[in-house]
């Protein structure tokens, strides 16, 4: 569950036993916008993966690299179901071919017949 700000607004009054308050850590999130130098050491000093290169054959072979790694994700449906998606598409597309085929066929002849066209 992801902290609110009521939950980080803990009271900043010292305790009564007489301490000072003590910083408390945030919870793991950190403010992308701080100028600290801790970040810096963190930093990669390369690239991560899926930059962009410069060069326009690094732009492609890093393109064709991906296209390679999301393809190997994908999950491939088996033989029997790709034939029967096919058909399915395929009748869907001359059934409505035919349908709007029909209708344009009818309004052609009605206009002809007003004398609109």
Do not use: C
């Not at 403010?31 to 899926?50: D, E, L, V």
């Not at 449906?77 to 096919?86: A, D, Q, V």
């Not at 058909?87 to 002849?109: E, M, Q």
């Amino acid at each position: 569950m992801a902290k609110s700000v009521s939950d980080k607004a803990v009271s900043k009054a010292p305790a009564t036993t007489g301490k000072a308050p003590t910083k408390q850590s945030s919870g793991g999130i950190k403010n992308p916008f701080s100028r600290s130098s801790s970040n810096t050491a963190a930093k990669q000093t390369t690239g991560p993966r899926g930059t962009v290169a410069t060069k326009p054959h690094g732009r492609l072979r890093t393109f064709l690299r991906e296209v390679r790694i999301e393809m190997s994700k994908v999950t491939w449906p088996p033989r029997k179901e790709l034939i029967t998606s096919t058909g399915v598409v395929l009748v869907a597309v001359i059934i409505a071919g035919v349908y709007i085929g029909v209708w344009d066929f009818i309004w052609n002849l009605m206009v002809r017949a007003i004398g609109l066209g």
